[in-house]
């Protein structure tokens, strides 16, 4: 069974919208956070929302670049993460990977910023937004 199953992408034109998707199996039963992350041609594999799917303070993480465009969200009663994506530009051009892991433990609830704690990684979805 496939831990993390992504889907959603596609291409889209600037300014427009996609909604991401990431099926968790019960493999990833264990894991307090989940997150997505993109690698573009040439470049380095990148944070871009991160959330706690468990504890008392699920505050979400997302990178500079994306604030207020992208919004991260869990639905726990179907084990599915989420990423919508708004005012898409061509600098999101990029594979999205879900990624999900133990985290670290912070006062009553998890961590999730350390890349190298995400121990399940999707097979990833293209993400092409054209000029």
């Known amino acids: 069974q496939v831990p993390l199953v992504e889907s959603g992408g596609g291409s889209v034109p600037v300014g427009g919208s996609l909604r991401l998707s990431c099926a968790a199996s019960?493999?990833?039963?264990?894991?307090?956070?989940m997150g997505w992350f993109r690698q573009a041609p040439g470049e380095e594999r990148e944070g871009v929302a991160l959330i706690p799917i468990r504890g008392s303070s699920p505050y979400p993480w997302v990178t500079d670049s994306v604030e207020g465009r992208f919004t991260i969200s869990h639905d726990g009663a179907k084990n599915t993460l989420y990423l919508q994506m708004t005012s898409l530009k061509p600098e999101d051009t990029a594979i999205y990977y879900c990624a999900a892991g133990p985290g670290r433990k912070y006062g009553d609830g998890w961590s999730c910023l350390v890349t190298r704690d995400y121990n399940y990684w999707g097979q990833g979805t293209q993400v092409t937004v054209s000029s």
């Open positions: 019960g493999s990833t039963y264990k894991s307090n956070c």
